[in-house]
């Protein structure tokens, strides 16, 4: 009964239906659920059916994999396959890919969306992704998120997209439900409608630093493309474009040095952007090699050694007076070395070229060539040839002889005395009658089947012996042809120095050759020669740094500053008072003193010039102490009014403790000059004289002798007693004078002494400073607004600066270390690899190693720029690591990564022999000291090695890897790869050494011993 009464609900009306949407934005409506197989079925036969190649390509995507034999047209239509046709990689079970070996799987770093990465199975185990400790340094970018705007969400039933993006109208009746309404009192956020999402790892991050940053590089980019387009012949705008790819490259690296693989990269944007600016820059010729210079170092990385050959001459036929782009060949040339003979033309065309353009080379640019090439025939094994070379240049310029190479000839043909031989007296003044006697020269006897076993021996006991150019008249056991020099092997050089060389720089250039330290004079170009890479060959590890008395230094800051000091590459301007404490080392050069000493000799009594007879004084100090003081008495016997050399001969006596008579020369001879009047010498005079006092620790007495210009010191009425205000006041206005008047005579080396002496002036009576320090950065002002910054005198008056404040250390009560660290930090980024400035630096912050400021300031200024780095400043680097100890945080590895970045391929000690030579002599004392560890330690019988053994095959590896990357980098130099056959003869094998005994044959090395 109840079953039969209606439902209300059926007595409801059905709603009207609303008015339909337009066609264009209607969507086919998606069924709830899944129809019966029989009403697909029916809908499914209506439909057309699909094509045969649809069905084979579903057959085909459901396949793990398949073959196909037709090919894919898409290929020739496309160019590239069909990937909704490949079928996709079916992944199964941590990591694995089904269908490949279970021993790779997928790597998680890697691997993408769209790309897979497989990685071994049994590698070391993954660290996981939330807890590895470099997921969140490699990616570090915070999340963005594209927040939608309510205010302006699109209507679809809209005819039109507003343009305008502002808010609604302010007249709008709704503007009050913008409002935000007041917080309540019992909210803890001040604004309940907050922006900010509920999880803080998902904030919206609108503008971030490294985004902006990134846009301002970008932006930056954009700006100097411009300019290149506006300005085409601008040099600045394409080197400002060019040097900013750097910046494009490594915005996100981690590291700031580049690696190798990216600075192939910048090299391969930055060569077409130069040959581009190469074609717009115009023909202004300081432009075009300004721009090939970059070219080629950038080239250096890309392009092979023919291609980059063939384009320098091409480059250097147009711009053949240019010595910036010869340098960058010869040293191309040099480094390859393929062989002796072709190194040898390249150097002899350099000067060919050079000498017919002598007009617009400057003769110490022409020197330095000259340099180079007796270097690398020295290098190269052909001692006598190079030694014999210099001989027939010295000669012929002490000569002036008009005779020509004629007259020349004869004299070498008739084999009489030469100079730096016994009994030479010059070319004009020989007796060509006179000639030496036959020399002897036996060799040691060894079995001819002895092999390399004994090749070392007797290679090096011919090189010691064979050392002088050979006569034919000389009884050699072993006949070599390159033993025996005559005219014809040294013709082509004799005319390659311009004929109005002076004689002091021929001289100074021939002991750059040498090894030895130049004149003590204030010249532009003995940085530029003693500080060139492949001109130190510190083979023999013999520092050359100046000596200090033992009893002149006592304290422990004194020795940390002598300590030092003692890098292998000392680089700073050259003082008499350094040149007399010089240890003049020549063992790289293989030269007995007598050989030096009598060239030395027989200049001075061909040209009478006083800085080499102070040259020579300083140099007999060192290897003839017992007969210095009488060649220095026949010298001042021949000049007796020479100041100069008096100053030397005061150096002299003080350099071996007589401070008394030091000072009664100095005083004496500062009376031989004019008393009204203070000249250059006469000043150098009065500070070594008032130095001497300080030596002593004697300031007052420093004082009086300060103010006592005429060498006589007034009377005092005791010994304690000062000066007088009086006579302080009249002496500084008579060296403000005296510095003022040599600042416009352009004599500024004058200037520095006499401001030395001013800054001595306002520091002795009250120890004062500051005082000191002020006077000094006046005349650095001086320098600065006439261009001098970095000039050698500018670094003379550094020094100076640095002396002063050495004293100042060593002897006040109460010493500051900031004061010091402020005063050398300037001039250590002015000079970053003076010697001296760094080593007072990093003695000063000894004290306080934990603050780390050495290191700092070389990572900010001595190692930063590629182009300003020097191979002194590396060596003071790698010097000053080693000294530190395990607890200062240097370690071995430490220092092993300073030499890595002085010597890789692109730094400036990749082809310096002294730096590959350290090297390998660090790596060698590694090797030792784990042996000497583990020297009572047995092998194992089971064949496995120990930890123990393990650490010294890595350190004997890492001696071989040292050695033949240093045998690639310098090629041409014979003595370091003689150290295969000496100092590693333990480490390589045989095979080895025989391979390095084929290199140098290969490319032409001497070698005076053969093997089988």
Same mark, same amino acid.
């Given at each position: 009964?109840?079953?039969?009464?209606?439902?209300?609900?059926?007595?409801?009306?059905?709603?009207?239906?609303?008015?339909?949407?337009?066609?264009?934005?209607?969507?086919?409506?998606?069924?709830?659920?899944?129809?019966?197989?029989?009403?697909?079925?029916?809908?499914?036969?209506?439909?057309?059916?699909?094509?045969?190649?649809?069905?084979?390509?579903?057959?085909?995507?459901?396949?793990?994999?398949?073959?196909?034999?037709?090919?894919?047209?898409?290929?020739?239509?496309?160019?590239?396959?069909?990937?909704?046709?490949?079928?996709?990689?079916?992944?199964?079970?941590?990591?694995?890919?089904?269908?490949?070996?279970?021993?790779?799987?997928?790597?998680?770093?890697?691997?993408?969306?769209?790309?897979?990465?497989?990685?071994?199975?049994?590698?070391?185990?993954?660290?996981?992704?939330?807890?590895?400790?470099?997921?969140?340094?490699?990616?570090?970018?915070?999340?963005?998120?594209?927040?939608?705007?309510?205010?302006?969400?699109?209507?679809?039933?809209?005819?039109?997209?507003?343009?305008?993006?502002?808010?609604?109208?302010?007249?709008?009746?709704?503007?009050?439900?913008?409002?935000?309404?007041?917080?309540?009192?019992?909210?803890?956020?001040?604004?309940?409608?907050?922006?900010?999402?509920?999880?803080?790892?998902?904030?919206?991050?609108?503008?971030?630093?490294?985004?902006?940053?990134?846009?301002?590089?970008?932006?930056?980019?954009?700006?100097?493309?411009?300019?290149?387009?506006?300005?085409?012949?601008?040099?600045?705008?394409?080197?400002?474009?060019?040097?900013?790819?750097?910046?494009?490259?490594?915005?996100?690296?981690?590291?700031?040095?580049?690696?190798?693989?990216?600075?192939?990269?910048?090299?391969?944007?930055?060569?077409?952007?130069?040959?581009?600016?190469?074609?717009?820059?115009?023909?202004?010729?300081?432009?075009?090699?300004?721009?090939?210079?970059?070219?080629?170092?950038?080239?250096?990385?890309?392009?092979?050694?023919?291609?980059?050959?063939?384009?320098?001459?091409?480059?250097?036929?147009?711009?053949?007076?240019?010595?910036?782009?010869?340098?960058?060949?010869?040293?191309?040339?040099?480094?390859?070395?393929?062989?002796?003979?072709?190194?040898?033309?390249?150097?002899?065309?350099?000067?060919?070229?050079?000498?017919?353009?002598?007009?617009?080379?400057?003769?110490?640019?022409?020197?330095?060539?000259?340099?180079?090439?007796?270097?690398?025939?020295?290098?190269?094994?052909?001692?006598?040839?190079?030694?014999?070379?210099?001989?027939?240049?010295?000669?012929?310029?002490?000569?002036?002889?008009?005779?020509?190479?004629?007259?020349?000839?004869?004299?070498?043909?008739?084999?009489?005395?030469?100079?730096?031989?016994?009994?030479?007296?010059?070319?004009?003044?020989?007796?060509?009658?006179?000639?030496?006697?036959?020399?002897?020269?036996?060799?040691?006897?060894?079995?001819?089947?002895?092999?390399?076993?004994?090749?070392?021996?007797?290679?090096?006991?011919?090189?010691?012996?064979?050392?002088?150019?050979?006569?034919?008249?000389?009884?050699?056991?072993?006949?070599?042809?390159?033993?025996?020099?005559?005219?014809?092997?040294?013709?082509?050089?004799?005319?390659?120095?311009?004929?109005?060389?002076?004689?002091?720089?021929?001289?100074?250039?021939?002991?750059?050759?040498?090894?030895?330290?130049?004149?003590?004079?204030?010249?532009?170009?003995?940085?530029?020669?003693?500080?060139?890479?492949?001109?130190?060959?510190?083979?023999?590890?013999? +520092?050359?740094?100046?000596?200090?008395?033992?009893?002149?230094?006592?304290?422990?800051?004194?020795?940390?500053?002598?300590?030092?000091?003692?890098?292998?590459?000392?680089?700073?301007?050259?003082?008499?008072?350094?040149?007399?404490?010089?240890?003049?080392?020549?063992?790289?050069?293989?030269?007995?003193?007598?050989?030096?000493?009598?060239?030395?000799?027989?200049?001075?009594?061909?040209?009478?010039?006083?800085?080499?007879?102070?040259?020579?004084?300083?140099?007999?100090?060192?290897?003839?102490?017992?007969?210095?003081?009488?060649?220095?008495?026949?010298?001042?016997?021949?000049?007796?009014?020479?100041?100069?050399?008096?100053?030397?001969?005061?150096?002299?006596?003080?350099?071996?403790?007589?401070?008394?008579?030091?000072?009664?020369?100095?005083?004496?001879?500062?009376?031989?000059?004019?008393?009204?009047?203070?000249?250059?010498?006469?000043?150098?005079?009065?500070?070594?004289?008032?130095?001497?006092?300080?030596?002593?620790?004697?300031?007052?007495?420093?004082?009086?002798?300060?103010?006592?210009?005429?060498?006589?010191?007034?009377?005092?009425?005791?010994?304690?007693?000062?000066?007088?205000?009086?006579?302080?006041?009249?002496?500084?206005?008579?060296?403000?004078?005296?510095?003022?008047?040599?600042?416009?005579?352009?004599?500024?080396?004058?200037?520095?002494?006499?401001?030395?002496?001013?800054?001595?002036?306002?520091?002795?009576?009250?120890?004062?400073?500051?005082?000191?320090?002020?006077?000094?950065?006046?005349?650095?002002?001086?320098?600065?607004?006439?261009?001098?910054?970095?000039?050698?005198?500018?670094?003379?008056?550094?020094? +100076?600066?640095?002396?002063?404040?050495?004293?100042?250390?060593?002897?006040?009560?109460?010493?500051?270390?900031?004061?010091?660290?402020?005063?050398?930090?300037?001039?250590?980024?002015?000079?970053?690899?003076?010697?001296?400035?760094?080593?007072?630096?990093?003695?000063?912050?000894?004290?306080?190693?934990?603050?780390?400021?050495?290191?700092?300031?070389?990572?900010?200024?001595?190692?930063?720029?590629?182009?300003?780095?020097?191979?002194?400043?590396?060596?003071?680097?790698?010097?000053?690591?080693?000294?530190?100890?395990?607890?200062?945080?240097?370690?071995?590895?430490?220092?092993?990564?300073?030499?890595?970045?002085?010597?890789?391929?692109?730094?400036?000690?990749?082809?310096?022999?002294?730096?590959?030579?350290?090297?390998?002599?660090?790596?060698?004392?590694?090797?030792?000291?784990?042996?000497?560890?583990?020297?009572?330690?047995?092998?194992?019988?089971?064949?496995?090695?120990?930890?123990?053994?393990?650490?010294?095959?890595?350190?004997?590896?890492?001696?071989?890897?040292?050695?033949?990357?240093?045998?690639?980098?310098?090629?041409?130099?014979?003595?370091?790869?003689?150290?295969?056959?000496?100092?590693?003869?333990?480490?390589?094998?045989?095979?080895?050494?025989?391979?390095?005994?084929?290199?140098?044959?290969?490319?032409?090395?001497?070698?005076?011993?053969?093997?089988?």
């Amino acid at each position: 009964m109840a079953s039969n009464i209606p439902k209300f609900a059926s007595f409801r009306p059905k709603p009207k239906p609303g008015p339909e949407p337009p066609k264009e934005h209607q969507t086919p409506p998606r069924p709830a659920r899944e129809e019966p197989k029989e009403h697909k079925r029916s809908k499914r036969t209506k439909s057309p059916p699909p094509k045969k190649l649809e069905v084979e390509t579903d057959t085909a995507s459901s396949k793990l994999y398949f073959s196909d034999r037709r090919g894919d047209a898409d290929v020739l239509q496309y160019g590239a396959l069909n990937r909704y046709d490949v079928p996709a990689y079916r992944r199964f079970g941590y990591g694995y890919v089904l269908g490949i070996d279970t021993s790779q799987k997928i790597d998680r770093e890697r691997s993408s969306d769209t790309k897979v990465y497989l990685t071994p199975a049994r590698r070391p185990r993954q660290e996981r992704l939330l807890i590895d400790k470099r997921t969140a340094r490699e990616s570090d970018k915070t999340l963005r998120f594209i927040k939608p705007s309510d205010k302006h969400a699109q209507v679809v039933d809209e005819d039109f997209i507003p343009v305008s993006a502002h808010g609604t109208a302010a007249g709008d009746d709704n503007s009050d439900e913008a409002e935000p309404p007041d917080a309540s009192y019992r909210s803890i956020d001040a604004n309940p409608n907050s922006q900010q999402p509920i999880d803080p790892d998902t904030q919206y991050d609108s503008n971030t630093e490294a985004t902006s940053a990134r846009a301002e590089v970008t932006k930056r980019n954009s700006e100097l493309v411009r300019k290149t387009r506006e300005s085409p012949e601008s040099l600045k705008a394409w080197q400002n474009f060019i040097d900013h790819q750097e910046t494009m490259m490594t915005f996100e690296l981690q590291s700031a040095e580049l690696n190798d693989a990216t600075r192939l990269q910048l090299s391969d944007v930055r060569v077409p952007i130069y040959e581009e600016a190469l074609k717009k820059v115009g023909a202004n010729t300081s432009h075009q090699i300004e721009l090939y210079k970059g070219l080629f170092k950038e080239a250096q990385r890309s392009w092979n050694e023919s291609k980059l050959v063939t384009r320098f001459k091409e480059v250097l036929a147009k711009h053949p007076a240019s010595t910036d782009l010869w340098f960058m060949y010869l040293n191309l040339v040099q480094s390859s070395f393929t062989q002796y003979e072709s190194c040898r033309a390249a150097f002899v065309q350099c000067l060919q070229t050079a000498q017919s353009h002598a007009s617009g080379i400057p003769v110490e640019e022409i020197l330095h060539f000259f340099i180079r090439m007796t270097s690398m025939i020295h290098g190269a094994g052909y001692q006598e040839l190079a030694l014999a070379i210099w001989q027939a240049v010295l000669e012929g310029h002490l000569s002036g002889s008009k005779e020509g190479c004629e007259g020349f000839e004869v004299f070498w043909d008739e084999e009489a005395p030469r100079i730096g031989e016994p009994g030479a007296r010059g070319w004009q003044r020989e007796k060509y009658g006179d000639t030496l006697r036959p020399v002897e020269i036996l060799l040691s006897r060894y079995p001819s089947y002895a092999g390399l076993e004994n090749f070392s021996r007797r290679e090096v006991e011919a090189i010691d012996k064979l050392r002088y150019p050979g006569r034919t008249c000389d009884d050699v056991d072993d006949e070599d042809a390159f033993h025996t020099i005559l005219y014809d092997d040294v013709q082509e050089y004799f005319d390659f120095i311009p004929a109005g060389t002076p004689t002091a720089l021929v001289l100074e250039a021939f002991l750059c050759f040498c090894g030895l330290p130049p004149l003590p004079t204030v010249a532009s170009h003995q940085q530029a020669w003693w500080n060139d890479p492949f001109l130190a060959s510190g083979i023999s590890a013999s +520092s050359g740094l100046p000596t200090t008395p033992e009893n002149e230094f006592e304290n422990n800051f004194n020795t940390k500053v002598k300590q030092f000091e003692s890098c292998l590459l000392p680089d700073y301007q050259m003082t008499s008072e350094i040149l007399s404490g010089y240890k003049f080392s020549l063992k790289d050069i293989r030269l007995s003193a007598d050989f030096i000493r009598r060239v030395l000799q027989q200049i001075i009594a061909s040209d009478n010039n006083d800085i080499i007879a102070e040259y020579l004084l300083a140099f007999e100090s060192q290897h003839y102490p017992s007969e210095v003081v009488k060649t220095a008495k026949q010298l001042l016997k021949s000049r007796p009014v020479s100041q100069r050399l008096y100053h030397a001969y005061g150096l002299v006596e003080l350099r071996w403790g007589n401070s008394a008579k030091a000072a009664q020369v100095f005083s004496m001879a500062i009376s031989l000059g004019n008393t009204s009047t203070l000249g250059h010498e006469s000043v150098n005079l009065l500070s070594s004289w008032v130095w001497e006092a300080l030596s002593r620790s004697e300031q007052v007495e420093a004082l009086w002798r300060l103010v006592s210009h005429s060498g006589k010191q007034p009377p005092r009425p005791n010994p304690k007693a000062l000066p007088s205000q009086h006579t302080l006041e009249s002496t500084r206005l008579i060296l403000s004078s005296t510095t003022e008047q040599a600042l416009l005579a352009y004599n500024y080396p004058f200037a520095v002494t006499c401001t030395s002496l001013l800054a001595l002036l306002a520091y002795l009576p009250s120890s004062n400073a500051p005082a000191f320090l002020t006077t000094h950065k006046n005349l650095s002002n001086y320098f600065t607004s006439h261009a001098l910054t970095r000039s050698p005198a500018a670094q003379l008056l550094a020094q +100076s600066t640095v002396r002063l404040l050495h004293f100042h250390i060593t002897h006040a009560p109460i010493v500051q270390p900031a004061l010091a660290r402020t005063a050398l930090e300037p001039l250590i980024s002015t000079f970053p690899s003076n010697t001296l400035l760094l080593a007072l630096y990093a003695a000063n912050e000894a004290r306080f190693a934990i603050d780390d400021r050495v290191r700092g300031i070389m990572a900010q200024n001595v190692l930063t720029k590629e182009g300003e780095r020097g191979v002194a400043a590396w060596s003071f680097a790698i010097h000053f690591e080693g000294m530190r100890n395990e607890i200062s945080g240097s370690t071995a590895h430490s220092v092993r990564a300073l030499y890595k970045r002085a010597t890789h391929g692109d730094a400036v000690g990749a082809h310096c022999p002294a730096l590959w030579a350290s090297y390998l002599r660090f790596e060698l004392s590694q090797l030792h000291l784990q042996r000497n560890v583990t020297a009572h330690r047995t092998r194992g019988k089971d064949g496995v090695k120990r930890g123990w053994q393990v650490r010294v095959d890595e350190a004997q590896a890492r001696v071989k890897e040292t050695f033949f990357s240093g045998l690639r980098m310098l090629p041409w130099c014979k003595d370091f790869g003689m150290l295969a056959f000496t100092q590693l003869g333990v480490v390589l094998s045989k095979e080895e050494a025989e391979r390095v005994y084929g290199v140098m044959l290969e490319k032409e090395v001497r070698v005076y011993v053969e093997t089988d």
